[in-house]
């Protein structure tokens, strides 16, 4: 059974075209995430969203739009691929803000290319 | 804003060996949350261990145990009898206890040899 799980793995694309990347876990978790790993494997918060509500919203382009349509999923469109998008995405969820006995349950990420 | 500091881009270990990486950090908050997490190269984000700044006692799994030192604000790894499937990225981490958000160091690379 897989915990978290995103899709798609691999996603290449051209730029200026709008894609959306799914997560869903299944933990009964309260509190999804979006992080980003760039290139030199730094892994830095996107969003975070608490029972459907946004809770943090770094500085992120707006053509960045998470989506949380239940507290089971959490979704991530972005708008006009630019090159520098290229990363790995990481969905991620945890109970109570993270401060459960397991702490954050990340997702196998997405590996967006953008050409 | 919570800083994690790794300061060791690349770490090397003997199979059977102990090896230590070290995490210093940055906050004002007096309860809060560290963790390390695994890298292998399938990318997939495994957590190695957890403790909460509340217990005094370092916190032990299996062959990984940490080095918690509140007041100095470090939170080091120790990994015992050295594996080859340990080799990987390992990112020290921190969440405030209402922050909802996992902030990570630039993580440390560890390779394990024969």
């Known amino acids: 059974d897989t915990a978290v799980s995103q899709t798609p793995k691999y996603l290449v694309t051209q730029m200026g075209n709008d894609k959306s990347i799914k997560c869903e876990q299944n933990?009964?978790?309260?509190?999804m995430y979006w992080y980003k790993q760039d290139s030199k494997k730094f892994l830095k918060i996107m969003f975070s969203?608490?029972?459907?509500?946004?809770?943090i919203n770094e500085t992120v382009p707006n053509r960045f739009s998470p989506k949380s349509p239940d507290k089971a999923h959490l979704n991530l469109h972005i708008n006009s691929l630019e090159l520098g998008d290229s990363a790995v995405y990481f969905c991620?969820?945890?109970?109570?803000?993270?401060?459960?006995?397991?702490?954050?349950?990340f997702g196998s990420g997405t590996r967006l290319t953008v050409v | 804003a919570q800083t994690v500091t790794q300061s060791q881009p690349e770490m090397s270990v003997q199979e059977a060996e102990t090896v230590t990486l070290s995490c210093t950090y940055d906050?004002?908050?007096?309860?809060?949350?560290l963790f390390w997490y695994k890298q292998p190269p399938s990318r997939q984000m495994i957590l190695v261990i957890r403790?909460?700044?509340?217990?005094?006692q370092n916190a032990t799994e299996n062959r990984f145990s940490v080095n918690f030192q509140k007041a100095a604000k470090s939170f080091s790894l120790k990994i015992s009898d050295s594996q080859l499937g340990d080799a990987a990225m390992y990112f020290c981490?921190?969440?405030?206890?209402?922050?909802?958000?996992?902030?990570f160091g630039k993580g440390t690379s560890l390779l394990v040899t024969p």
């Open positions: 991620a969820s945890s109970l109570q803000g993270g401060t459960g006995p397991h702490g954050y349950t």
């Open positions: 933990l009964g978790h309260d509190t």
């Open positions: 969203y608490n029972n459907k509500e946004l809770i």
């Open positions: 906050t004002s908050e007096s309860d809060y949350y």
């Open positions: 403790q909460e700044a509340y217990k005094q």
């Open positions: 981490a921190y969440s405030a206890n209402s922050g909802y958000a996992l902030n």
